[in-house]
């Protein structure tokens, strides 16, 4: 999959999308108001709302009860994404929000202080990017943010107390690195953290009990990896954790209402095929299990909690490789 983010170099860059005029949050977010439909069944997949605007290789956060698909690609990467959805999980629709001002994809997200920051990437052109950029809800708009120290693509986020923490990704060279950058949200500036044992990009990350997992993802070989290590805040520390079932690159991972971890999907098997297959973590036991498999294979995908036990599998790729297609689908399971 890093192989193929060099083919977007020749072409052309997505024009940014005009962002429609919101109310926000949107109607049917109350407190208390159960999901369109109901939650999903237990041990199944349900389609839900299918997005407006396929992204493949995007980032996801949660704000105000909504769940944004930030950026992204094109299919067969022909252009990084301006675009920004919306899902409202309570009426099961999307709304298109302010562009991102840097189309990118491959990138992070994290939402802290009521506000959603997009970090790094990796432009048209295919190269890391440093930038970060920060979505206010409250008015659609976006601005600059502090940049990352150096440029960083295929890296994973999320927040944390009063900081956001940036793991791994790949280099301005292409490398994959196990640096850990540290965003304090009160002076915003930028620290380094204990490097992860293991360089990678691609990864994902999901907290639970207070500690961050850093799952799955691949090296600078474009080697898929099974790994996941634990890193304590408190004390500065990682350790190792049981890997995965399978080498996982660009899976959906989200962190269930009960602490579990769900992964979901990814790239690639042996045959070069995306995943289809899921399983899910118990941080308790150190173990992963079987979970049900997605209605079709995908990677470059995003995952997020929802209310009532909700987990969602958002977009991504889907197809044979070298021919992927950015992917519209919204798929939703109940875990309890």
Known sequence: MRQGRTLIAALLPLLAVLAATIAWPPAGAAAGTRPADGPAGEGRWQSRAPLP????GLATATVSGQILAIGGFSSNFKAALHVVQAYNPWANSWQELAPLPTARGDLAAAAADGQVYAIGGLDTAGNSVATVEVFRPASNTWAAGTPLPVPLGGDAAVALGDRIYVFGGYDAGGAAVASVEVYD????????AAPMPTARGLLRVAVSGGQIYAIGGADSNGTPLATVEVYTPARNHWREA?????????AGVATAADGRIVAVGGCCTAAHRFYQTAEIYSPRANRWSAFPGLPIPRASLVAAPGPHGLIFAIAGFQGIPPDILASHLLDAICVR
């Open 185 to 192: 949200l009160r002076t915003r500036t930028w620290s380094q």
């Open 53 to 56: 605007v396929a992204q493949g």
């Open 242 to 250: 049981s890997p995965m079932s399978v080498p996982r690159e660009g």
